[in-house]
């Protein structure tokens, strides 16, 4: 019998800063329009070419008022499905202006899996860039709720689909809007009101939407101004656009540093030399990345060429690096700070962090942020337990996601009677109240950061003709993090390999889904009573040659 308890919990601490009360459009519009210095906002890291936050202001207006005048809404959803530009950021401002709700969309995605998340959201407008537009002509044929796709890519038409520029031109007729007289939707309470759909993988396959309120994202902005967090905000600092934007900690990191009037260089894919250069040229002084990168810093040769002397810290999120890798890091670059964080799409991400003074717990995600709450929960009992007990780590705060979208079981099934949100992590916290990550009690598999469902995988390799049953789990890598691995049994009589299902998967999924880990064949696929997949069974059986494998790529 489950009995929740409270006895054990760890609350982070008050916040100096006021939490923004308005919706998270006009606090944004506020922002810029009382940013009266003339500066660089973004700057692509490849062409040189750059952005004000004045030309932000100006193009916000005018799409928001477009978008308006072609009947977008409080009650709207849009996507934008883009690599990184100068120009993803300006719909998706515009949209917030609105009031209504932004799901950014991997840019990576198959036909596939564009189907599916485009009939879960059915967004009323979708941005896209030249390299995903074909796919959303070919699927706008099957969706009426599709009115409208516009290239995000400012100076380029292609199959007479409209630009930026040329749909804003066309609805407003050439009456551009004066931002002093602009005003943006007010009337929702920021504490409902939906600002972003996230896509997050489940355990049962494909992506789920986290809906993330206005208040959800201030409280966000909050942290990036609270000094015992971050180095912001110093005008003129200058920060990588590095991580996807589709993705929570790319969007957050970026959207904050726009509010926060720093410089980002922006980059549209990601190039060994290109980040290393960027870093020496541009002095970047706080590094935000993923473990992968921390790898590549810590081992790649190509560092050595160049001056790096300027970091001063790095901050880890996405997923847990550690404490030998973290202290390689730090020899290497003869960097004191690196600081890991802890979080989830459904909490708005980081929930813990190491402090910029705490430099004695490696390995450590540190401590509860301020306005969060976290447990350590037995997931049998519902007990939470105290200091060196390793339990699923629980959380409650005003950054924690309103729901799913349209999947209220989900929903329900995430939270605990007395509303705790169950990460599906597993780990503790010290006699300090610093926490450790340790394992994940649900089944995702995370590469480079990715999120990937192995219940997806399984069922596109069910559907193969040689295959009799499978299961997916993460094999251990130290670059990726862990590489999906299939355990395929095949049809009796007849012939398939390793090579032939792995390209078979490669056609229907995006990069960070394919069968990097490679394939085992077995005789069966071991399960319980029930006839659920033994996962921890199977990781037992890895065999040592598929464990590191991209590493020695």
């Known amino acids: 019998m489950v009995i929740e308890d409270d006895k054990y919990v760890i609350h982070g601490d008050k916040s100096s800063i006021p939490v923004p009360q308005e919706l998270l459009g006009e606090f944004i519009f506020d922002s810029l329009l009382n940013t009266h210095v003339e500066y660089d906002a973004l700057v692509d890291a490849f062409t040189g070419k750059s952005i004000s ?34 120009n993803f950021f300006t719909p998706v401002i515009a949209s917030l202006y609105l009031g209504a709700t932004v799901a950014p969309i991997n840019h990576f995605y198959t036909e596939h899996e564009l189907n599916h998340v485009l009939n879960l959201y059915r967004p009323k407008v979708v941005f896209c860039s030249i390299e995903t537009i074909e796919k959303f002509l070919n699927l706008k044929l099957k969706m009426d709720f599709l009115e409208k796709i516009i290239l995000i890519d400012e100076d380029t038409n292609r199959f007479d689909v409209e630009n930026i520029s040329a749909f804003v031109n066309r609805q407003l ?5 004066n931002p002093k007289t602009f005003r943006p939707f007010t009337g929702a309470n920021p504490c409902d009101n939906v600002s972003f759909i996230m896509s997050s993988s489940g355990t049962t396959g494909l992506p789920k939407g ?137 909490c708005n991400l980081a929930v813990t962090m190491m402090k910029r003074s705490d430099l004695l717990k490696p390995g450590s ?130 012939d398939v390999t390793e090579q032939e299902l792995v390209e078979a998967v490669a056609k229907i999924v995006s990069p960070q889904k394919r069968l990097r880990g490679g394939v085992v064949f077995v005789e069966a696929i071991p399960k319980n009573a029930s006839g659920k997949i033994l996962r921890r069974e199977l990781r037992k059986r890895i065999p040592h040659s598929k464990i590191n494998r991209e590493s020695k790529l």
Not at 68 to 80: A, K, L, Y
Request: charged share 25%; net charge neutral; proline share 5%.
């Open 53 to 86: 936050y004045q030309q932000i202001l100006k193009d916000t207006c005018n799409l928001s008022e477009a978008l308006q005048q072609f009947g977008c809404n409080s009650d709207t959803i849009i996507s934008v499905c883009s690599e990184n530009s100068l």
């Open 173 to 177: 007729q050439g009456k551009l809007v």
């Open 210 to 346: 986290v809906m993330l309120t206005d208040r959800n994202i201030l409280i966000r902005v909050v942290h990036s101004k609270d000094p015992l967090i971050t180095t912001r905000p110093i005008y003129g600092n200058t920060v990588l656009g590095l991580m996807p934007f589709f993705h929570g900690f790319g969007l957050n990191v970026t959207l904050n540093s726009i509010l926060n009037k720093e410089k980002v260089v922006v980059f549209k894919k990601f190039d060994e030399d290109v980040f290393l250069k960027t870093i020496q040229d541009f002095k970047i002084s706080t590094v935000a990345i993923a473990p992968t990168l921390a790898t590549f810093l810590a081992k790649s040769p190509k560092v050595k060429k160049y001056n790096l002397s300027c970091i001063e810290e790095i901050i880890c999120g996405a997923a847990p690096m550690s404490k030998e890798l973290e202290n390689v890091l730090k020899k290497r670059l003869n960097v004191s700070q690196i600081r890991q964080a802890y979080g989830l799409t459904e």
């Open 365 to 494: 995600s540190g401590l509860v942020i301020s306005m969060m709450s976290i447990k350590v929960r037995d997931p049998e009992t519902g007990r939470s337990l105290g200091p060196n007990q390793v339990g699923e780590i629980c959380i409650k705060g005003p950054m924690v996601m309103k729901g799913y979208y349209k999947n209220p079981q989900a929903t329900k099934e995430t939270f605990t009677e007395d509303g705790w949100l169950k990460s599906g992590d597993l780990g503790y916290y010290d006699e300090d109240k610093y926490f450790f990550i340790v394992d994940r009690l649900k089944e995702l598999i995370k590469y480079k950061g990715y999120q990937v469902a192995p219940a997806e995988l399984e069922a596109i390799l069910l559907n193969h003709p040689k295959v009799l049953d499978v299961g997916v789990v993460g094999a251990p890598d130290e670059v990726a993090g862990e590489l999906p691995l299939a355990f395929v049994a095949k049809k009796p009589g007849v």
